[in-house]
């Protein structure tokens, strides 16, 4: 497990910026974080304030075809990705992989810019422990819309990875790394971004470096609310097929139009071992098509479905509301 630097700077807005580069950087220790209380940690505010007034920098830049849907393509790229792999996969494990391709989906979900894989299924495996209890990281029914929305990612209290509780993930070195230090894929694809933009503009195409990047971190900042919106909204609006569940999770179509399936969140508390989130044909599940798709290539195997017993509980929930109904 990586190891913390001896030499602890006494100012705690240095530390913050070191964190920005280095996740792992605790020299306080990571206990002592996770006991600091529920509250927003205003240096860890600042990367979130510039990409929101960076937008704004789509005035200067302006706006073109090729902007606007390099845009929208890196949206539902990356939230494929987040969907598809950071929760179906380095969360909950519903299918299988090869250590290359797993690498390989690391470094795709980077570039959502939403910290790395193993932070991520760490801190989701622990929501999913807790749902809606004190302890939930981000449970709107405790503490409200703004911080579940994004109050909670930048507490001090969740800033650390416990290693220890995805040890299944921590043994790979590669993965290690990617966490440790997760802005190093978004800078390279910023740069990238503006390169590829810049060398349009050259060839004569109506695009610039800036304007790229700009139309990025718009893409950015969207699929940012839009991932957030399943920690602030889906356990308050929507419909609750499973009453089992102990939480507050729903099912929401708009949601799952947002996120690419993600809004059959009633569903997934259920029952979370299934690469499935739309358990019926008619609940819209764009993340498990491109999984099956993804499955027929080899890159994936053994997606996992739902056991008839969670099928026969949700039909005798339905008989039972229809009963009271009559």
Not at 26 to 46: F, H, M, N, Y
Not at 134 to 161: A, L, M, Q, R, Y
Request: proline content about 4%; glycine content about 8%; some cysteine.
């Amino acid at each position: 497990m990586p190891v913390a630097p001896t030499h602890e700077p006494k100012n705690g807005l240095f530390r913050s910026l070191i964190r920005w580069f280095d996740a792992d950087y605790i020299p306080e220790g990571a206990d002592t974080l996770r006991a600091s209380p529920k509250q927003v940690d205003w240096p860890r505010c600042i990367p979130f304030v510039i990409l929101h007034l960076a937008c704004f920098g789509v005035i200067w830049v302006g706006t073109s075809p090729i902007a606007v849907w390099t845009a929208v393509g890196l949206y539902f790229f990356r939230m494929f990705a987040i969907t598809g792999f950071l929760h179906r996969y380095f969360s909950h494990k519903t299918y299988s992989t090869s250590r290359a391709f797993q690498f390989i989906m690391a470094l795709w979900t980077a570039m959502a810019v939403q910290r790395g894989a193993l932070w991520w299924a760490y801190t989701h495996r622990h929501h999913h422990k807790h749902s809606d209890e004190e302890e939930d990281k981000h449970s709107p029914v405790v503490d409200g819309f703004w911080w579940s929305h994004i109050g909670w990612i930048t507490s001090k209290k969740n800033f650390p990875t416990d290693y220890s509780r995805i040890a299944d993930l921590a043994k790979y070195p590669e993965l290690v790394f990617l966490n440790r230090y997760d802005t190093l894929i978004p800078i390279l694809s910023g740069l990238s971004l503006y390169g590829i933009g810049a060398l349009l503009a050259a060839q004569g195409y109506a695009t610039s470096g800036a304007q790229l990047l700009i139309w990025g971190i718009i893409s950015t900042v969207v699929l940012f609310h839009g991932t957030g919106c399943i920690n602030s909204l889906a356990h308050v609006f929507g419909s609750k097929r499973f009453k089992t569940t102990g939480d507050e999770s729903r099912n929401s179509l708009i949601l799952t139009l947002i996120t690419l399936g993600e809004g059959w969140h009633n569903n997934h508390h259920r029952y979370q071992a299934t690469t499935k989130q739309g358990f019926y044909w008619w609940e819209f599940d764009p993340t498990y098509y491109g999984l099956k798709v993804m499955s027929w290539t080899g890159l994936i195997w053994g997606l996992k479905g739902v056991p008839d017993s969670v099928y026969e509980e949700a039909e005798r929930t339905k008989a039972e509301a229809e009963a009271q109904r009559a």
